[in-house]
C-alpha cells in the first residue's frame, strides 16, 4: 500500500535546473562534513561504502532541519519522478509473486502487454527462452527483467489461466503511462465520483478526461476523493483546484526566507466551477491534497468531509546530484487563501512527527469529532475565516466541515496485514477465477455477487498459511471489512479500479455523508 509516500517526499515545485550550490553548503576540503568523510573512508578499522556513507550523513543533516528535507539514493528519486511525471519505460503490466511464479494481476490500458493481449491470470513460465518462474523472483528483478529501454523487446512464454499451453508473446517495451486518477463514475442519476492518488503531472488532463466522460453522464455534482492522497507537484494542485474556481480567486500563496512571496490565481478555464462539490479527506491527505481542500473550504467552494488532514504547510525544491541522488529541501511555506498554514509542528523531532497520526488514534480523534476541537492547536488566538465568515482552523491540518469516524471494520491490524502480505489478491488468483467467469460485466458481478460467512471462514484458512496466528476477537471485528475486501479485490483482479472502488464506496460512511451533503 502506497498511503505514505507522497506525505514523507512532500510537494515539490519542479524545477530540476538549478547547480548543487544553490543548496547553501559546500562539500570542499575546508568542510567539517566533507573532512569527517574523508577521514571514515581514509583511516576508519573496516571498509565503507562511501555512497551510502554520504547519502546517511546527509540525510541526518536534513532531518534536522525539518521531516520534509530528505536526501533520495538515486533508485528512490528515479521511482519518484517517474510516479509523478506520469510513467515509465516497460511493458505495463502489474503482478504478484505467488509460489515463485509471477502472476499478473492487471495489464495497463493502451501500454505494450495490453496491445500484446496479456490478461490478468495469465502466469510468466520463462523469458527470453530462460527459465523464470521458480528462480528465486523478487520485485528488483521482475522490475529489472520488465522494463527497459523504450523499442527494446523482451520475449515472454506465458501460461493462461486454467490451462498448461504455453504461449509466446514478443513485446517491445514502451512508455506506460501512469494515471493518477483511480477512478471515476456515476454514484448516481446526476452524482459523479473521482478519485486521485496524488497530484502528477497529467493529474489534470486525466481529471478533465473523467469529467467529460461523467458529463456526458448526467454529472451536475460531483464527490472528489482525496484521501489516501499525499501530494504531489504545487503546480499540478493549483490547475486543479483552477478547474473549479471563479476568475482570479485566490488559491494559495507561498512564501519564505529566501523565497519571495508568490500568489496563485485561479483563471477562468474551469470545467466546474458552478455545480455542487463534496471533497473527502483524511488522516494521510497531505500537502498538494491541503492545498487543495484548504482552498475550496477557504473560499466557499466545496463541503469537505472526513477526518482531519495530515498537516504538511512546506513545499519542497529537488535538487539533484551528478549520480541520479537528490535532495529535497523545503523552500518556502504554503498559505491558504485566508492566510492560515495548516503545517503541524515538528519540535519533537522526525519519529514524533510521522508518529503523529497514531497518536490521533491514541487520543481518539480518529473516531470523535469533539476530540479534533478539545486538542490545542485549535485553540490559538489567531483567528481564520471562510469567504462567507465560518471559522477555520490552523496548525494542525485541514479540519473537515464535516466529521466522520474511521470504520473500525475496515481498518484492523489484522486487514492491513492481510493487504501487506497481497493475501486478498492471491486468494482471487488461486480461489475466485472461476466464479468471475460467471459474470457477464462488472455491474452484475457487483449487484449479484456476495460473499457469506462460509467464505470468509474458506479465507481465512488460506490466510492462515502465511499469517500463523490470527486473534479470535479481531477476526470477529474484521469479518465486514474482509468481505468488503474480498469482493473489491475480485471485481478489481477481473474489472479494474472503477469495480473496486464501487464495491468498497458502495457501504463507505464518508462517500454516504458526501452524497447527503450536496443533495
Given at each position: ?30 568542510n567539517?562534513?566533507?573532512?569527517a ?8 578499522v ?10 546517511i550523513?546527509?540525510n ?6 525539518d ?5 533520495l ?6 521511482s ?6 506520469g510513467g515509465?519505460?516497460?511493458?505495463g503490466l ?17 501500454g505494450p502487454?495490453a ?5 490478468p491470470g ?6 527470453n527462452?530462460k527459465?523464470?518462474?521458480g ?11 520488465f522494463r ?17 499451453n504455453?504461449k509466446t ?9 501512469l ?15 473521482i ?6 503531472s ?9 469529467l467529460a466522460?461523467?458529463?456526458k453522464?448526467?454529472l451536475k455534482?460531483?464527490v ?14 493549483t ?11 485566490l488559491i494559495?500563496f507561498?512564501?519564505?526566507?529566501h523565497?519571495e512571496?508568490k500568489d496563485?490565481?485561479a483563471t ?6 458552478d455545480?455542487k462539490?463534496?471533497v473527502?479527506?483524511?488522516e494521510?491527505s497531505?500537502?498538494?491534497s491541503e492545498?487543495l481542500a ?7 467552494r466545496?463541503?469537505i ?29 504554503y498559505y491558504?487563501?485566508s492566510?492560515r ?7 519533537g ?15 481518539g ?12 492547536i ?9 469567504s462567507?465568515g ?11 466541515d ?9 481498518n ?9 502480505q497481497?493475501i486478498?489478491?492471491?486468494y482471487v ?10 459474470f457477464?460485466?462488472a455491474?452484475?458481478f457487483i449487484?449479484e ?6 467464505d470468509?471462514d474458506?479465507?481465512?484458512?488460506y490466510?492462515?498459511n ?5 486473534d479470535s ?6 469479518k465486514?471489512?474482509?468481505?468488503t475486501f474480498l469482493?473489491a479485490?475480485?471485481a478489481?483482479f ?10 468498497l ?6 462517500v454516504?455523508?458526501?452524497v447527503?451533503?450536496?443533495n
Amino acid at each position: 500500500m502506497l498511503l505514505l509516500l507522497g506525505i514523507i517526499i512532500g510537494l515539490y515545485i519542479s524545477d530540476n535546473n538549478l547547480n548543487n550550490n544553490s543548496l547553501g553548503f559546500s562539500l570542499g576540503d575546508n568542510n567539517k562534513v566533507s573532512k569527517a568523510l574523508n577521514l571514515i573512508k581514509n583511516s576508519y578499522v573496516d571498509s565503507v561504502n562511501a555512497d551510502s556513507l554520504e547519502g546517511i550523513t546527509v540525510n541526518n543533516l536534513l532531518q534536522n532541519l525539518d521531516p520534509h528535507s530528505v536526501y533520495l539514493q538515486p533508485q528512490r528519486a528515479q521511482s519518484i519522478n517517474e510516479n509523478l511525471d506520469g510513467g515509465f519505460n516497460g511493458i505495463g503490466l502489474e503482478y504478484q509473486l505467488l509460489r515463485d511464479t509471477l502472476f499478473i494481476t492487471q495489464v495497463y490500458a493502451g501500454g505494450p502487454a495490453a496491445t500484446a493481449g496479456l490478461i490478468p491470470g495469465d502466469k510468466v513460465i520463462s523469458v527470453n527462452q530462460k527459465k523464470f518462474s521458480g528462480t528465486h523472483l523478487n520485485p528488483q528483478r521482475v522490475d529489472k527483467v520488465f522494463r527497459g529501454d523504450a523499442s527494446t523487446e523482451i520475449s515472454l512464454n506465458v501460461s493462461p489461466t486454467g490451462s498448461n499451453n504455453i504461449k509466446t508473446y514478443r513485446i517491445k517495451r514502451g512508455h506506460v503511462d501512469l494515471s493518477s486518477l483511480d477512478a471515476a463514475y456515476m454514484l448516481g442519476p446526476a452524482t459523479g465520483y473521482i478519485k486521485i492518488s496524488k497530484f502528477a503531472s497529467t493529474t489534470d488532463a486525466d481529471f478533465r478526461t473523467a469529467l467529460a466522460k461523467l458529463k456526458k453522464q448526467g454529472l451536475k455534482k460531483l464527490v472528489l476523493d482525496i484521501r489516501d492522497n499525499g501530494g504531489g507537484y504545487l503546480n499540478t494542485a493549483t490547475a486543479l483546484a483552477d478547474e473549479f474556481l471563479k476568475k482570479d480567486q485566490l488559491i494559495v500563496f507561498t512564501k519564505g526566507v529566501h523565497d519571495e512571496r508568490k500568489d496563485y490565481f485561479a483563471t477562468d478555464s474551469g470545467e466546474f466551477k458552478d455545480g455542487k462539490l463534496a471533497v473527502l479527506i483524511d488522516e494521510y491527505s497531505a500537502s498538494a491534497s491541503e492545498i487543495l481542500a484548504g482552498a475550496l473550504q477557504d473560499l466557499d467552494r466545496a463541503v469537505i468531509v472526513g477526518r482531519r488532514s495530515f498537516g504538511k504547510g512546506l513545499v519542497q525544491q529537488q535538487f539533484p546530484f551528478g549520480d541520479g541522488s537528490a535532495i529535497n529541501l523545503t523552500v518556502a511555506r504554503y498559505y491558504t487563501p485566508s492566510g492560515r498554514s495548516i503545517q503541524k509542528s515538528y519540535k519533537g523531532g522526525v519519529e514524533n512527527y510521522h508518529n503523529e497520526i497514531s497518536e490521533r488514534m491514541r487520543k481518539g480523534e480518529l473516531f470523535s469529532a469533539q476530540s479534533n476541537l478539545n486538542d490545542s492547536i485549535f485553540k490559538r488566538p489567531t483567528q481564520y475565516h471562510t469567504s462567507n465568515g465560518r471559522k477555520v482552523f490552523s496548525g494542525g491540518g485541514i479540519m473537515p466541515d464535516i466529521f466522520v469516524p474511521a470504520d473500525t471494520a475496515r481498518n484492523t491490524p489484522l486487514i492491513e496485514e492481510l493487504g501487506e502480505q497481497q493475501i486478498f489478491t492471491a486468494y482471487v488468483i488461486d480461489k475466485l477465477q472461476p466464479a468471475l467467469n460467471n459474470f457477464a460485466s462488472a455491474d452484475d458481478f457487483i449487484k449479484e455477487y456476495t460473499v457469506n460467512d462460509s467464505d470468509v471462514d474458506k479465507f481465512v484458512l488460506y490466510a492462515s498459511n502465511t499469517i500463523k496466528e490470527m486473534d479470535s476477537q479481531e477476526l470477529l471485528v474484521s469479518k465486514p471489512g474482509i468481505k468488503t475486501f474480498l469482493k473489491a479485490f475480485a471485481a478489481r483482479f477481473k474489472w479494474g479500479d472503477n469495480a473496486y472502488f464501487e464495491v468498497l464506496n458502495s457501504d463507505d460512511a464518508t462517500v454516504k455523508k458526501a452524497v447527503a451533503s450536496i443533495n
